[in-house]
Nanobody
Framework: VQLQASGGGLVQPGGSLRLSCVAS????????VAWFRRAPGKEREGVAG????????RYADPVKGRFTISRDNAKNTVYLQMNTLQPEDTAVYYC????????????????????WGQGTLVTVSS
């Protein structure tokens, strides 16, 4: 199993980025997928999660209304569209998968995910 995250970079406040996570060795349509981030000096935190089947989502409060998680099963890829980026969004972003359905309350808990990508750095600065 391999998850390859990409799409990070330097963006000005108010700008947008779309992160991608391509999976190999597993079929994402049977997995709960999520994005996490770790900012400098802070703990890893859940950002967004997406469940298979009913496609239920969950977002962390700081990103609600700005970030959107989605998947393309044909490309075996999960995306994180990030709009209206702010300096506090600066972090290394990681994608992760869990085989099966997670209850909504567990989607942003990192300890339940068993496959992780390598991370992509997002820097929001003027």
């Amino acid at each position: 199993v391999q998850l390859q995250a990409s799409g990070g970079g330097l963006v000005q406040p108010g700008g947008s980025l779309r992160l991608s996570c391509v999976a190999s060795g597993l079929a994402l349509n049977y997995h709960t997928v999520a994005w996490f981030r770790r900012a400098p000096g802070k703990e890893r935190e859940g950002v967004a999660g997406l469940r298979p089947g009913d496609r239920a989502t969950r977002y962390a409060d700081p990103v609600k209304g700005r970030f959107t998680i989605s998947r393309d099963n044909a490309k075996n890829t999960v995306y994180l569209q990030m709009n209206t980026l702010q300096p506090e969004d600066t972090a290394v972003y990681y994608c992760a998968t869990y085989s099966g359905n997670l209850i909504t309350g567990s989607m942003l808990r990192p300890n339940v995910y068993n496959s992780w990508g390598q991370g992509t750095l997002v820097t929001v600065s003027s």
